[in-house]
């Protein structure tokens, strides 16, 4: 579980932080601080993923990264 990638991002529009995990449709968060959406979209991966399976839905493996990442493969 640990290995889906986050994102972090500063949003003027917001006013505040986005964190999503683009391995799991629509699992984003919001913080006023980049720790703070972080903590939050954490807690919202581990309800995302029970969720799923409980609902009988498919949960992907971890496979996003970022292109600089895919620069070397």
Known sequence: M??????????DEDGGYIADIPDLEACSAFGTTA?????????????????????GKPVPLPRYRPAIYQAGS
Request: glycine fraction near 0%; aromatic fraction near 12%.
């Open 35 to 55: 720790e703070q959406a972080l903590a939050e979209v954490k807690r919202a991966m581990v309800v995302w993923i029970a969720t799923a399976k409980q609902a």
């Open 2 to 11: 640990s290995d889906y990638h986050i994102n972090i991002f500063y949003s």
